[in-house]
């Protein structure tokens, strides 16, 4: 009983200890010989596949040592490569020491002529830079970095036809600063399009092309249309400047500086008038449209005024009553009331006065309200745009002067749009309203002499 349990034991150990081999895998056992049979088997592969595995890593043992021996001696012959080439290293300093004291002394007094040469070539390379000489003779940059590099050199000297060429581009310079020629060259429009365009060159001040003013980039010696371009007149003086072929031509030239120049930009990014305008914002627009309706409404009660005026002025003249006119209707009014007493006709009189004067000051006193609402909004305008630059200065910090300047600049454009209304609207009030009390002085004149006419008949 003991005997059959441990062989069935044994043979559910040899199953599970041969459930992942691949004898097991591909055949399964019907009895127990079978089993031992193939138990013997899968040890003998596995031992096999042992002795492989231990001969392949014995193999590689000796194989690291030989590298090993070979990483050894190559360390070695590389240290005694580097021991000989310390001693070559060591041996040429020497040499190089020797070879610059021989130059030091063989240069004698050229030392002193190179460092004023390479003084003079500095000084001429930095006004080269920025000279727009060099949108038509590029590259001149170049030759006196290559001549100031090889005097500054301990193994080059400069030849002769190097100096000589220093000489020539100074006098070059000199002698190109004052002509005016043209050239063809590329030109680089604000959009970044390159163009060939035949370029005026005025001395060593201006660069001018198809009738726009040109600026030189000294990084490339690159010829740029300026992005904003000066008034109407000095564009047509370029173009006109361009055209000619002899004589004398008058042009706008910039003479502080070679590449555009600082008076030039300042002018040229100084905001026209309609930008400044733009600066106002809405309070602005708001103040000129007040203004513009104040210059229509004064014009057209001018013209209203005047033509009454006329009336009046005729009427003085004809001593029938027409009623196309204030004075004909109230010397109607007078005539039609012939034997009524003084006192009756003086209110008669003075009521036809009072029903003629609001047509004949109409609009003066809107007048006076726009010339004294104007400079108002203007001060509206200017104290919101000071507070708007407050408070960008509390934010960024008042780091940039221009920025803070430019601020309240635009600020300050709605006070002068606001005077600006506001002048002219007084002076054109004060004219209306001359008129208009020359018209009404006319009636009340005429009105007390029908009265006193008609005390002086009874």
Sequence with gaps: MNMKFAKRCLAVAALGALAASPVFAQ???????????????????????????????????????????????????????????????????LDVSAKRKQLQERLGSLKELFGHLTSTAGDLRNSISTSIVSAQYPGRAQFLDTLIEKMNSATQLPTIEEIERLWYEIQRETLEGSKVVKFAGTVISPSGEQTQQDIVRVGNYQLLSNGKYLEFLSKGEKVAELTRQPEGSLLSAAAELQSATSGFTRVGIDPTGPSGGSFLAALINSPSIVERWHQGGLVGYIISGVGVFAMLLAIWRFIVLAGISSKVSSQLKNPAANTNNPLGRILKIAEDNKGMDGESLELKLEEAVLKERPAIESGLNLLKIISMVAPLLGLLGTVTGMIITFQAITIFGAGDPKAMAGGISGALVTTVLGLVVAIPTVLMHTLVNGRAKRVLHILDEQSAGIIAENVEAK
Excluded: C, G, P, W
Excluded at 41 to 67: G, T
């Design 27 to 93: 055949e399964k056992a019907q009895t127990l010989e079978q089993l031992l049979n193939m138990v013997k088997q899968s040890k003998i592969s596995e031992s096999a596949e042992h002795q492989k595995r231990e001969a392949e890593f014995r193999r590689e043992k000796a194989n690291q040592q030989s590298l090993l021996n070979a990483a050894v001696k190559t360390k070695e012959q590389e240290e005694d490569r580097s021991t000989r080439l310390e001693k070559t290293y060591e041996q040429q300093e």
